[in-house]
């Protein structure tokens, strides 16, 4: 097991956002969680990942309790993440925004006086082709077209060398083309270098296309958890989800 | 050698040589220019680098100019030792003051630094058994060794030079990488790895470190200091100073300082009217020049030159 969420809790001003949690997932394994708008998603994403603290409950990464760990050290453990808005530093270069990623990684941030230009080249170039932008490297990364935002995004969390990816809705906002290029992508990605992946998505077509497992979350708590045919014929998970008009 | 060193080196030739031009008015103004200057950049660090607005700066200046008065008048220390520990007292109160101010966000961020600025300004007015309370502290002296209005502008510029140097390789080091993810999106730096109140706190340390280097000069540079160096007009000037040079680049706060303290001396002999001045100034930079006037000058260069 990489992730174990053991009786998870959150609640804002008496709201209960998460009402007890519990999943595992297997290294390697390819997790979605779905859910209606409101169901609990990202605030799952900000607790595990220590941007939200919890209010009971347990999480444990890679047989290390992280439950009361901050974002910064969650991250270095290896547990990668993406946003679902936009989420990159807009003022710097496309290549910068990597490279902070990389330097931060191999632990070079406390240097005050070597020039930075020069460190981690071959190794940023590498994850800007992985993630398509190697022509885009010199452009102020705010001025980018969005599909491309997304694939720094996903250029800035791989930058860690992470052994599990958390990504918060990778599409958002993308048109048809460039959800399925996108998914392509996380999907090779992924395989390539052995990761988890746990992911939230709206587009119902890339969660049945790439996930082994989905979870389906619904006002705080899991209602399903299987394969994406089982989950399919789920009549919990169908009148949860008839109840959306779409 | 790139571009922007021969221009800095021509620049920097020029200000040797402008002593020898014999005019008092000039060595006076620049020395003026490179004191504020360096308390521009210093602030600059944590404005235009890491994207904290402190509106409190004038402490350290301050301190700075309190710690080398009172080390060297009270304490009897050599001039070499008193300069030294000059900074480090800015450091020391900006370690302090910072510790809590980084544990809040933007506007509150700000209100706390000046506030804090606001209770070092007071402790220097009312503690008048050591430092002079209103009055302040007078007759601060040229050490022997730079014992002139001449000798001392080229102190002041190998110190403004020297310090300018090392915060230029600080920016431009992977830590000052850092601090301008943390200024375009510290949510997204904190996902990265790196402890971004630890960082900002360490900006803060070393912003403080070389306004206080600033304050000690103008304390010198003054012959004579008092509690107003604290007070928050001056945090305010030395951040228009910033903003109208450009807080997007490095020299900009420099540019800033040169060009207000050169109107103002210019302004103030022909009318009274500085302040209507400065406003006006001001209301035309934030809306029509918002990158400063080197922000400007490098979005006209972009514009005639497409490709580098």
Same mark, same amino acid.
């Given at each position: 097991?990489?992730?174990?969420?053991?009786?998870?809790?959150?609640?804002?001003?008496?709201?209960?956002?998460?009402?007890?949690?519990?999943?595992?997932?297997?290294?390697?394994?390819?997790?979605?969680?779905?859910?209606?708008?409101?169901?609990?998603?990202?605030?799952?994403?900000?607790?595990?990942?220590?941007?939200?603290?919890?209010?009971?409950?347990?999480?444990?990464?890679?047989?290390?309790?992280?439950?009361?760990?901050?974002?910064?050290?969650?991250?270095?453990?290896?547990?990668?993440?993406?946003?679902?808005?936009?989420?990159?530093?807009?003022?710097?270069?496309?290549?910068?925004?990597?490279?902070?990623?990389?330097?931060?990684?191999?632990?070079?941030?406390?240097?005050?006086?070597?020039?930075?230009?020069?460190?981690?080249?071959?190794?940023?170039?590498?994850?800007?082709?992985?993630?398509?932008?190697?022509?885009?490297?010199?452009?102020?990364?705010?001025?980018?077209?969005?599909?491309?935002?997304?694939?720094?995004?996903?250029?800035?969390?791989?930058?860690?060398?992470?052994?599990?990816?958390?990504?918060?809705?990778?599409?958002?906002?993308?048109?048809?083309?460039?959800?399925?290029?996108?998914?392509?992508?996380?999907?090779?990605?992924?395989?390539?270098?052995?990761?988890?992946?746990?992911?939230?998505?709206?587009?119902?077509?890339?969660?049945?296309?790439?996930?082994?497992?989905?979870?389906?979350?619904?006002?705080?708590?899991?209602?399903?958890?299987?394969?994406?045919?089982?989950?399919?014929?789920?009549?919990?998970?169908?009148?949860?989800?008839?109840?959306?008009?779409? | 050698?790139?571009?922007?060193?021969?221009?800095?080196?021509?620049? =920097?030739?020029?200000?040797?040589?402008v002593p020898l031009t014999g005019s008092r008015y000039y060595v006076f103004l620049?020395?003026?220019?490179?004191?504020?200057?360096?308390?521009?950049?210093?602030?600059?660090? =944590?404005?235009?680098?890491?994207?904290?607005?402190?509106?409190?700066?004038?402490?350290?200046?301050?301190?700075?100019?309190?710690?080398?008065?009172?080390?060297?008048?009270?304490?009897?220390?050599?001039?070499?030792?008193?300069?030294?520990?000059?900074?480090?007292?800015?450091?020391?109160?900006?370690?302090?003051?910072?510790?809590?101010?980084?544990? =809040?966000?933007?506007?509150?961020?700000?209100?706390?630094?000046?506030?804090?600025?606001? &209770?070092?300004?007071?402790?220097?007015?009312?503690?008048?058994?050591?430092?002079?309370?209103?009055?302040?502290?007078?007759?601060?002296?040229?050490?022997?060794?730079?014992?002139?209005?001449?000798?001392?502008?080229?102190?002041?510029?190998?110190?403004?030079?020297?310090?300018?140097?090392?915060?230029?390789?600080?920016?431009?080091?992977?830590?000052?990488?850092?601090?301008?993810?943390?200024?375009?999106?510290?949510?997204?730096?904190?996902? &990265?790895?790196?402890?971004?109140?630890?960082?900002?706190?360490?900006?803060?340390?070393?912003?403080?470190?070389?306004?206080?280097?600033?304050?000690?000069?103008?304390?010198?540079?003054?012959?004579?200091?008092?509690?107003?160096?604290?007070?928050?007009?001056?945090?305010?000037?030395? =951040?228009?100073?910033?903003?109208?040079?450009?807080?997007?680049?490095?020299?900009?706060?420099?540019?800033?300082?040169?060009?207000?303290?050169?109107?103002?001396?210019?302004?103030?002999?022909?009318?009274?009217?500085?302040?209507? &001045?400065?406003?006006?100034?001001?209301?035309?930079?934030?809306?029509?020049?918002?990158?400063?006037?080197?922000?400007?000058?490098?979005?006209?260069?972009?514009?005639?030159?497409?490709?580098?």
């Open positions: 097991m990489i992730l174990q969420v053991k009786n998870l809790v959150k609640s804002f001003d008496g709201f209960m956002a998460i009402a007890g949690v519990n999943f595992t997932v297997k290294k390697g394994e390819l997790c979605a969680i779905i859910g209606p708008n409101g169901a609990g998603k990202t605030t799952l994403f900000n607790l595990i990942t220590g941007h939200l603290s919890m209010d009971k409950g347990q999480i444990v990464f890679n047989d290390i309790d992280i439950s009361r760990l901050n974002a910064h050290k969650v991250c270095r453990l290896g547990l990668g993440r993406s946003f679902q808005r936009i989420n990159i530093f807009s003022r710097l270069t496309v290549f910068e925004n990597i490279q902070a990623a990389v330097l931060t990684h191999r632990g070079k941030s406390f240097n005050f006086f070597t020039p930075v230009q020069p460190l981690f080249q071959e190794e940023t170039h590498e994850i800007l082709e992985r993630v398509g932008l190697q022509e885009h490297q010199d452009e102020v990364s705010g001025s980018l077209a969005y599909g491309f935002q997304k694939q720094l995004e996903l250029g800035i969390a791989l930058a860690m060398e992470p052994k599990m990816l958390l990504l918060d809705e990778p599409t958002a906002g993308m048109s048809a083309q460039e959800t399925r290029a996108t998914i392509e992508l996380i999907g090779e990605i992924v395989k390539e270098k052995g990761l988890t992946l746990l992911f939230t998505e709206h587009d119902m077509s890339v969660v049945f296309s790439i996930s082994e497992r989905i979870m389906v979350l619904h006002q705080g708590k899991l209602i399903a958890s299987g394969p994406p045919d089982e989950v399919r014929a789920n009549p919990e998970v169908q009148k949860v989800y008839m109840g959306e008009s779409r | 050698m790139s571009r922007q060193n021969w221009v800095l080196i021509a620049v =920097l030739v020029l200000l040797a040589l620049l020395t003026d220019v490179l004191i504020f200057g360096l308390f521009a950049v210093s602030l600059n660090l =944590l404005l235009g680098y890491t994207g904290l607005v402190s509106f409190g700066q004038a402490a350290y200046f301050g301190i700075g100019a309190y710690a080398y008065a009172l080390l060297i008048k009270k304490a009897g220390l050599t001039f070499g030792v008193a300069f030294a520990l000059t900074g480090l007292s800015g450091a020391a109160a900006a370690l302090i003051i910072g510790f809590f101010c980084v544990r =809040l966000t933007k506007i509150y961020f700000a209100m706390l630094t000046l506030a804090f600025s606001q &209770i070092v300004w007071a402790i220097i007015f009312k503690w008048n058994s050591l430092t002079g309370g209103d009055t302040g502290i007078y007759g601060i002296d040229f050490p022997e060794f730079i014992g002139s209005k001449t000798k001392f502008y080229y102190f002041t510029l190998i110190v403004v030079v020297v310090s300018v140097f090392l915060l230029r390789r600080i920016v431009n080091s992977p830590f000052g990488r850092i601090l301008t993810t943390i200024r375009d999106n510290p949510e997204r730096t904190e996902s &990265i790895g790196i402890n971004v109140k630890l960082f900002q706190l360490l900006a803060f340390i070393v912003s403080g470190f070389f306004s206080a280097i600033s304050g000690g000069l103008f304390a010198i540079f003054n012959h004579s200091i008092f509690p107003d160096f604290c007070y928050w007009p001056i945090s305010a000037e030395v =951040l228009i100073m910033t903003l109208l040079g450009g807080m997007y680049s490095f020299f900009g706060p420099m540019v800033g300082a040169g060009v207000l303290l050169y109107l103002r001396l210019e302004v103030t002999s022909y009318t009274q009217y500085w302040p209507f &001045i400065l406003g006006s100034i001001l209301v035309l930079l934030l809306f029509f020049f918002p990158g400063g006037i080197v922000g400007f000058f490098q979005d006209q260069i972009k514009k005639w030159r497409p490709s580098k």
